[in-house]
């Protein structure tokens, strides 16, 4: 299995623009995690899906971040408009869920800067 | 509030060495603690993961050492190799669904 995978890996942008990040889980995986991950607050949890529906977002940090799971497959992460204070490491995950386990995977991350 | 509160901040030990990382939690309904490894430039890989029904889980050289009635647990690596160089964060769950983990622990073994 190739893992979690997000791209992009590096995204460099002016402040006011709009990011997007992607995700796509491991095939099988009912949940989904969005962390973004900062020296000064560590690993923060934005929102997790369960069967492609969002559960808990009260991580998302204010309105302009938004995240959607169209099907079990893919997620994106939006930022719009962006600011230098978002930037970070946000990383998505996946996990069984439930089910079995509670491993989370993580994918390596899209390191955000935003000028 | 945070949820897992995990020190030492960073920690050096010399090769051969024990590294002990310590963590707490308030929420009596958690049931799940994993430790999540990290290398520079990559996401968090599962390392060991203990249920609140034992009080230790040996994998190899690791080894999560839980104490109920205190609410705390800590990972102990014996004989610590350069290669385990990385950071340490622990974490916590109920039922596997959110999980909160800890600020994470620097870890550094000298040669």
């Known amino acids: 299995d190739a893992g979690v995978i997000q791209s992009p890996r590096h995204e460099v942008t002016e402040m006011g623009q709009e990011v997007t990040l992607r995700c796509k889980p491991i095939?099988?995986?009912?949940?989904l995690f969005w962390y973004r991950q900062t020296m000064m607050r560590g690993l923060e949890l934005l929102i997790y899906?369960?069967?492609?529906?969002?559960?808990?977002d009260s991580g998302m940090p204010e309105d302009r971040f938004s995240a959607k799971m169209p099907n079990a497959s893919f997620s994106t992460l939006k930022i719009q408009p962006s600011e230098p204070r978002d930037s970070a490491v946000y990383f998505c995950?996946?996990?069984?869920?439930?089910?079995?386990?509670?491993?989370?995977?993580f994918g390596e991350g899209s390191r955000l800067t935003v000028l | 509030q945070q949820q897992v509160k995990q020190s030492p901040q960073s920690l050096i030990v010399q090769k051969g060495g024990i590294s002990i990382i310590n963590c707490a939690y308030e929420?009596?309904?958690?049931?799940?603690f994993p430790w999540y490894q990290q290398f520079p430039g990559k996401g968090p890989a599962l390392l060991i993961a203990?249920?609140?029904?034992?009080s230790e889980k040996k994998e190899g050289r690791f080894t999560i050492s839980f104490n109920k009635s205190a609410k705390q647990f800590s990972l102990h690596i014996m004989d610590s190799q350069p290669g385990d160089s990385a950071t340490y964060f622990c974490?916590?769950?109920?039922?596997?669904?959110?999980?909160?983990f800890g600020s994470g622990t620097k870890l550094n073994v000298k040669p």
């Open positions: 974490a916590a769950s109920n039922n596997f669904n959110k999980f909160y």
């Open positions: 203990i249920r609140p029904d034992v």
């Open positions: 095939s099988g995986h009912n949940s």
């Open positions: 899906f369960n069967n492609n529906v969002p559960i808990d």
């Open positions: 995950a996946s996990s069984w869920g439930t089910s079995v386990t509670g491993e989370l995977f």
């Open positions: 929420n009596t309904a958690f049931d799940y």
